[in-house]
């Protein structure tokens, strides 16, 4: 079943402007990770923060998480055409562990 | 390139057949997870295994098995297909601080 949903399904910006996505979850967590994946090809892992952490940057990605709403959002600052993929939020219930519940994910279009 | 092999990248078998995934995981990691990706279910954990032995299991059809080998590879085997087995098939491995996704094998069953 799935735990996440992430808001919008769809989003559509131009090349430089910045792109949030975000995801609510149902129930506990260790820690939430997000995920891109290209046009059906393999998932790569973006982020991963945990249930004590507010905040996590990594390079133009920044994500936020607020567990008494179980919620995350993922901000992508000024974007690329080559961010341009399908991006989901995956929920761990367990350090250590990949069994992971997915959202269904947004999709992210980049105009150049 | 996540370290994690898929074979075959595309399959198309017909309804009730038998097919095998294949995953290596990448060097060293002992676990590896199966996940199914399809357009009504989205993406679904399957199972996973650890060092040869099975660690937790999903969604997991009774039609469908799978196993690890002592060399650490995987293999999921789904059998008596039918057409909503059509799908993204995933295996992942990791050595703890994150997991690193194959490529994927899709599968159409007609």
């Known amino acids: 079943s799935q735990q996440g949903e992430e808001d919008p399904q769809a989003l559509s910006i131009q090349e430089g402007e910045n792109a949030t996505m975000n995801c609510s979850y149902k129930?506990?967590?260790?820690?939430l990770q997000w995920y891109r994946q290209n046009s059906g090809r393999g998932l790569v892992h973006l982020i991963l923060i945990r249930s004590n952490e507010r905040e996590k940057h990594s390079g133009r990605l920044r994500v936020t998480l607020d567990t008494s709403k179980k919620s995350s959002s993922l901000l992508i600052t000024a974007s690329r055409a080559a961010d341009t993929a399908s991006y989901f939020c995956?929920?761990?219930?367990?350090?250590?562990?990949?069994?992971?519940?997915f959202g269904k994910g947004t999709k992210l279009s980049v105009i150049p | 390139d996540s370290g994690v092999t898929q074979t075959p990248k595309h399959l198309i078998t017909a309804t009730g057949q038998r097919v095998t995934l294949r995953c290596s995981p990448r060097s060293g990691d002992l676990s590896v997870y199966w996940y199914q990706q399809s357009l009504d279910q989205g993406l679904q954990f399957l199972i996973q295994y650890y060092n040869g032995e099975e660690r937790a299991k999903g969604n997991i059809l009774e039609r469908f098995s799978a196993q690890q080998f002592p060399d650490l590879h995987s293999e999921l085997n789904l059998s008596s297909l039918e057409l909503g087995d059509s799908a993204l098939y995933f295996c992942a491995s990791s050595p703890g601080a994150e997991a690193f996704f194959g490529q994927g094998t899709r599968l159409t069953v007609v």
């Open positions: 995956a929920t761990a219930p367990w350090a250590g562990s990949y069994q992971l519940t």
């Open positions: 129930t506990s967590i260790n820690n």
